[in-house]
């Protein structure tokens, strides 16, 4: 057991959660969105407005209202943690924390500012602001327990803010959507084999937590039907596979440069995210044109050369050389990288009507 003064993050005197700094943003950090708003208010829904509506009415039910419920589970369980699990634990809770928290920000403006002109849309978007907000509270309620918090509102007003037109959007929060059902949920299902794995009672929340994230996913679905030109034509079939690679070749690197997180819940990293791969490849091939050939021997083998390139740029960010020197050593693994995705994203892509025509 240690006790919390031990800890870097330890609680004031007061016993208040210490403030966390946010970690430093890097490629592999999650991002915040945002959008052109009069795009999004103007957008036509009528190609696909019954199976918006429909959604819609699902995330009005809000099956989760009273799922995010503290229970006795939590008393004590941040104590019991060794120190290594304690901080790669810490480590995934911020890390989760910020990209629902991410969520939350993008849902809740889209739906603040287009509430006039396009309500459907904006009540949808409102809904899933108040699933992300739960989520992301949950989750900061959890790092408490290890004394720590994430301060939203700094991060509110001091992170920068990548601008996306609304259909890159689309794939880019229906990918995340999607990823984050299947890595829930594969955690879950692991840990229901494995509950001596369990390290915290977070994990019990999950099944349920998933399925809003699966409903979140569903409705970037039926909003690209809506808007078919988002996943018809030569363009958005090159810019499916280069967020379907993007979003694949972060997760893996980053998750792999924290295997320890997974060992502690008994998971290899490696073969946890490549099941999350393999699934929302397949499940992706319900919306976009074409998806990746994943079971390519090259592809795997890819993201292997990735691993390798990001620990040595790892090392070379700890040494204390000067920063000019530092961008001369990491330029011949700065262009590795960038020559590695160019000959991932050329791999030739499976059509999706093929791969998966059941369910198109
Ligand atoms: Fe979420
Ligand atoms: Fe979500």
Not at 7 to 22: N, S
Not at 95 to 112: H, P
Not at 158 to 168: D, G, L
Not at 223 to 229: F, N, R, T, W
Request: glycine share 4%.
């Amino acid at each position: 057991m240690v006790p919390p003064s031990a800890l870097a993050d330890a609680p004031d005197a007061a016993g208040q959660p210490a403030i966390k700094e946010p970690v430093k943003d890097t490629i592999l950090t999650p991002r915040f969105y945002t959008t052109d708003f009069e795009a999004m208010a103007a957008m036509d829904l009528r190609p696909n407005q019954v199976e918006l509506e429909a959604i819609c009415e699902e995330f009005r039910k809000d099956y989760n209202r009273h799922h995010f419920v503290r229970d006795a589970a939590f008393d004590g369980a941040a104590e019991q943690m060794d120190p290594e699990t304690r901080r790669v634990f810490v480590e995934f809770l911020e890390q989760s924390c910020t990209s629902e928290f991410s969520g939350f920000l993008l849902y809740k403006e889209l739906s603040r500012r287009i509430k006039s002109r396009n309500p459907l849309l904006a009540e949808c978007f409102a809904h899933m602001a108040r699933d992300e907000a739960r989520h992301a509270g949950f989750l900061n309620k959890a790092m408490g327990d290890f004394g720590v918090q994430l301060d939203l509102g700094f991060l509110t007003a001091n992170k920068a803010y990548t601008y996306f037109q609304p259909k890159f959007i689309f794939y880019a929060t229906y990918l995340s959507e999607k990823i984050g059902y299947w890595r829930y949920i594969t955690i879950f299902r692991h840990l229901e084999q494995h509950p001596e794995s369990k390290i915290f009672p977070i994990f019990n929340f999950f099944e349920n937590w998933c399925q809003d994230e699966n409903r979140h996913g569903d409705f970037f679905d039926a909003l690209m039907k809506a808007q078919p030109d988002t996943v018809r034509g030569p363009i958005s079939r090159l810019w499916c596979r280069f967020f379907l690679l993007a979003v694949f070749a972060t997760m893996y690197v980053r998750d792999v440069a924290r295997k320890e997180f997974y060992e502690a819940l008994g998971l290899d990293a490696r073969s946890y995210d490549k099941l999350v791969i393999e699934k929302t490849n397949e499940t992706s091939a319900r919306i976009f044109p074409v998806v990746l050939d994943v079971a390519h021997p090259a592809f795997f083998a890819g993201l292997e050369r990735l691993v390798g390139r990001n620990e040595i740029l790892a090392r070379i960010d700890e040494s204390s050389a000067p920063a000019p020197l530092k961008l001369l050593r990491k330029l011949p693994s700065l262009l590795g990288n960038v020559v590695e995705m160019a000959r991932l994203f050329l791999l030739p892509p499976l059509v999706s009507d093929r791969y998966q025509p059941a369910v198109r």
